[in-house]
């Protein structure tokens, strides 16, 4: 749920920063990129281009602008992201998030988020979770509409039983104000949890796979490399062997080149100037292929790689 402001920084900066090498490239072609291509440089088309004037740029001189611009970024790095942001300790995120819990969802959801297609993939993969499901980073509740209960206490066609686990109070209170509006059978329990996921989930739950669901959305980011991937193990561990599922929404590194590039450049910065420590480019998909006994089960891109969607299942 940590997604907020940082990766917005992100996304706005670098569309900003697209967007006119996009438009220069559809002006000047006699044929467009189709929509999912249109960060891409056209493989079969020359260097030189075609101006208004009908005079042909040389290839030298693209080189040379080229050079100049990369030269130019590197130096922009060096001046605004001079160190790896650190993430923030268990304690900072409980002060923090506890201060603007009421003006939260303001930040993280909204047209914002639906624009960027995060809405939609919350229904789509929360439609999976069943049976005893646990989501860690609970943060305002903005899941908790999204979720399809069980049509009878033994049914496994929905959630029988809901564990919500938050590190902040302040967060969790909205959460449980918006439960009560839900309309939530009655055999089907809800709990709330204070603590940290990177390192109480095993002492709470166990290791034998208590949980048919483990569900986070945009926690990971906030938890620094390391910190996410004592979560994925935690997470791991509390989840049933083959039937269960881990689902995930995360921030990741775009599968665009130039986005993804911005983004190197730049994450480490968002996350310090108002993103609460949440670094927005980090491989989520390769963390999660090196923990042991975790396998992706399906991966879905969207807003062009920024955020992902990983269907995990123990093995």
């Given amino acids: 749920m ?47 281009q075609v101006t208004d004037k009908g005079h042909h740029h040389s ?53 914002v988020a639906d624009s960027l297609g995060i809405e939609e993939a919350r229904t789509k993969m929360l439609q999976f979770a069943k049976g005893r499901v646990l989501e860690i980073g609970t943060g305002t509740g903005l899941n908790l509409g999204k979720y399809k209960f069980a049509s009878s206490p033994a049914a496994m066609d929905g959630v029988t039983s809901l564990t919500l686990l938050d590190i902040s109070e302040g967060m969790m209170s909205e959460a449980k104000a918006k439960l009560i509006l839900l309309n939530v059978p009655e055999y089907v329990q809800v709990e709330f949890v204070k603590a940290d996921a990177t390192a109480d989930l095993v002492n709470l739950f166990g290791t034998d796979g208590y949980f048919d669901t483990v569900v986070d959305t945009f926690s990971l980011c906030v938890m620094g490399n390391n910190g996410a991937k004592r979560c994925l193990e935690q997470m791991t561990n509390v989840v049933k062997k083959d039937s269960g599922r881990l689902l995930l929404i995360e921030n990741t590194r775009s599968s665009s080149p130039a986005l993804g590039f911005y983004q190197d450049l730049t994450s480490d910065t968002a996350a310090k100037m108002g993103g609460k420590g949440c670094v927005s480019n980090q491989n989520v998909g390769g963390f999660i292929r090196n923990i042991d006994g975790l396998e992706i089960v399906s991966e879905d891109l969207f807003a062009a790689g920024l955020f992902r969607s990983f269907v995990c299942k123990r093995i």
């Fill in 59 to 111: 290839s030298h001189s693209r080189r040379k602008f080229v050079k100049n611009a990369a030269a130019s970024l590197v130096v922009y790095q060096a001046i605004i992201s001079p160190a790896p942001a650190n993430a923030i300790s268990s304690i900072e995120a409980e002060t923090s998030y506890n201060k603007y819990a009421a003006n939260y969802d303001a930040l993280d959801g909204g047209s």
């Fill in 2 to 48: 940590w997604w907020s402001i940082g990766a917005r920084y992100t996304c706005t900066c670098a569309l900003l920063f697209v967007s006119p090498l996009k438009t220069k490239q559809e002006h000047t072609s006699t044929t467009r990129c189709s929509a999912d291509r249109s960060n891409e440089l056209p493989k079969d088309r020359p260097l030189a």
